[in-house]
T-cell receptor
């Protein structure tokens, strides 16, 4: 079945550091890939997405590239801010819009 | 445009009881999905409703059931509650059944079973 494996946390970084959160997936079909973010006390919000191989999703300085050959969708940001502290979830969806999530990576950015 | 709203936000139930959780989908969205998020885990797909019909189900027992109404709002019912049912229950709505469609999530209902 479909599944997502995500880098374990928690991750603690200093402000302006470079961020990478690894994500790999297993899928029977050709999924779309997503990163969702959950800020403290809030629901899940879409951060970015990609729907086909070599697509790059980007938003708020975050980027991720759909790599079909390595079945990966790693999240990166060049310079994190305190306001980026949150839990990040990698996810895939199939044609039926049923989402499969990773376990989440908690990020804390310290000033 | 209102987002996805869920009620109640928190509740506590006793093992063996039944519970109903409610979700109002975002305006114009005809698809509603329910997810269970245990503490420290990612959301797990329970089932999906599309235009009032069940349209897919995850690996959850039949005591998890649901409904979707003509206005596309939805209910999740759980019978014979178990301690392991304690979790955050998330509702998500989407506008269409298509590749790459975003799901919009509510803030969830925190269920505690004692």
């Amino acid at each position: 079945g479909d599944s997502v494996t995500q880098m374990e946390g928690p991750v603690t970084l200093s402000e302006e550091a470079f961020l990478t959160i690894n994500c790999t997936y297993t899928a029977t079909g050709y999924p779309s890939l997503f990163w969702y973010v959950q800020y403290p006390g809030e629901g899940l919000q879409l951060l970015l997405k990609a729907t086909k191989a070599d697509d790059k999703g980007s938003n708020k300085g975050f980027e991720a590239t759909y790599r079909k050959e390595t079945t990966s969708f790693h999240l990166e940001k060049g310079s994190v801010q305190v306001s980026d502290s949150a839990v990040y979830f990698c996810a895939l969806s199939d044609i039926g819009n049923q989402f499969y999530f990773g376990t989440g990576t908690s990020l804390t950015v310290i000033p | 445009e209102t987002g996805v709203t869920q009620s109640p936000t928190h509740l506590i139930k006793t093992r063996g009881q039944q519970v109903t959780l409610r979700c109002s989908s975002q305006s114009g969205h005809n698809t509603v999905s329910w997810y269970q998020q245990a503490l420290g885990q990612g959301p797990q797909f329970i089932f999906q409703y599309y235009r009032e019909e069940e349209n897919g189900r995850g690996n959850f027992p039949p005591r998890f059931s649901g409904l979707q109404f003509p206005n596309y709002s939805s209910e999740l019912n759980v019978n014979a509650l178990e301690l392991d049912d304690s979790a955050l229950y998330l509702c998500a709505s989407s506008a269409e059944q298509g590749r790459g469609t975003e799901a919009f999530f509510g803030q969830g209902t925190r269920l505690t079973v004692v």
